[in-house]
């Protein structure tokens, strides 16, 4: 469902290319291996049993690109070294990176690299994935799958953030308070930094973090 809400994006085009299979393969790759590196659940919205919509952030310090630090890898395919930086990978989900082929893996590489370079020092939620299914879109789904992530980020120090790719989420991101901290260029593609800068920032000493989040 994820792949598919998000095989439009402009850098799921620049990475995968312009075949919409390809791309929905590549992203279902990509998001498990994003969701199983998180800490807590992801929150999933449903219509009669059926899921149409997931939005997932993690802990401060626990977000994607924080674990990437700990982990780099090096492929080598022909005469060709492809450097990547991920959490721990399962050897399953090794080879379905590497059946997308040198190429995918060197624009990926650049994605990776340049969200990560912009990950901001200070904590922070990040918001690693919001999508809701091509057909449910425009029904106010998104919006309260957001406002049910804030809320739970309450309890929680540093502030939300997410990066984005298009003008129509920026405009939806804004209605929720976000602001664009900076943008930068990978692949001809515009990818702008947005967190909502004015977020109460909880003492650890008056927030048992681990009580008001499920395992």
Request: proline residues 7%; positive net charge; contains cysteine.
């Amino acid at each position: 469902m994820a792949a598919r809400a998000m095989a439009p994006d402009p850098m799921s085009v620049t990475v995968f290319g312009q075949d919409e299979g390809r791309r929905v393969r590549g992203l279902r790759t990509t998001f498990r291996l994003t969701l199983r590196a998180l800490k807590r659940p992801a929150l999933i919205a449903t219509r009669e049993g059926e899921i149409v919509g997931v939005a997932a952030f993690a802990r401060p310090s626990e977000c994607f690109f924080k674990q990437m630090d700990s982990r780099r890898k090096t492929v080598r395919i022909g005469n060709r070294s492809i450097a990547f930086a991920v959490p721990s990978l399962p050897l399953r989900t090794l080879f379905s990176y590497l059946r997308l082929g040198p190429t995918t893996l060197s624009r990926m590489s650049v994605w990776t690299e340049t969200t990560a370079r912009n990950d901001p020092k200070e904590a922070h939620q990040h918001i690693e994935l919001v999508a809701v299914a091509p057909e449910y879109q425009r029904q106010g789904i998104g919006r309260l799958m957001m406002d049910r992530a804030l809320e739970e980020m309450k309890s929680l120090p540093g502030m939300p953030y997410l990066e984005t790719n298009t003008e129509a989420d920026v405009r939806f991101y804004e209605r929720l308070g976000f602001e664009i901290l900076h943008s930068v260029e990978a692949m001809n593609v515009t990818i702008r930094f947005m967190a909502i800068r004015q977020w109460p920032r909880v003492p650890p000493e008056e927030s048992d973090l681990t009580s008001k989040l499920p395992p």
